[in-house]
């Protein structure tokens, strides 16, 4: 048996999309008051002008339509983590071999860290990698189930990106933080 050289599979967050974005910020300015998450007439403070340049960039690629763009968004402002984990598709993530010990590494480091932010993200998901065995989607599945509240691919990661932005955004509906998603998670898992 021969020993290659290792190949790794490249982190979500270093894969560019591969659609061009097709909106803006004032595209989802537009979206979140339509289901309650902005009020219509609210005056945007800079940082939340910020996080809504921050949402159409990450989301946008991942966006074939308006309507697909809406329901990355209802991410953020909708977590219910007893109805996600309700649903098949989460326990088909869950009953994979290490899931459990990657949620389990994964709520000592949101719980015991700061705000989460691209960079630490990044870095949660380096020291996730040294400690639990799972790789690939065994690793990131259970790590988008617990923050963004479904199983799948790339564009959930960007979703929880902007979790703790739009948390501390004035104006926006209220959002569940990083750290509340994680304890309520763990509370409904057991």
């Not at 763009?69 to 007893?82: K, V």
């Not at 994979?96 to 700061?114: C, S």
């Not at 599945?141 to 799948?152: K, M, Q, T």
Request: glycine residues 6%.
């Amino acid at each position: 048996m021969s020993s290659g050289p290792q190949h790794t599979a490249p982190s979500p967050l270093d894969i560019e999309p591969l659609r061009e974005n097709l909106f803006s910020p004032a595209d989802v300015e537009t979206i979140l008051p339509e289901h309650g998450w902005l009020a219509a007439d609210a005056q945007l403070a800079p940082e939340t002008r910020d996080w809504l340049a921050r949402a159409a960039a990450y989301l946008g690629p991942h966006c074939a339509d308006r309507a697909a763009l809406a329901s990355l968004l209802s991410l953020i402002f909708c977590y219910n983590a007893a109805e996600s984990l309700a649903l098949p598709a989460s326990h088909a993530v869950l009953t994979r071999e290490g899931a459990r010990d990657v949620i389990r590494e994964l709520a000592r480091e949101i719980l015991g860290g700061e705000s989460v932010d691209s960079d630490r993200f990044k870095a949660i998901i380096e020291s996730l990698k040294s400690r639990v065995i799972s790789r690939s989607r065994h690793l990131f599945h259970p790590i988008r189930l617990a923050l963004a509240g479904r199983a799948g691919e790339g564009e959930l990661d960007r979703v929880i990106l902007l979790l703790d932005s739009a948390a501390s955004a004035p104006g926006l509906a209220p959002v569940k933080s990083t750290r509340q998603r994680m304890l309520e998670f763990c509370a409904a898992l057991n």
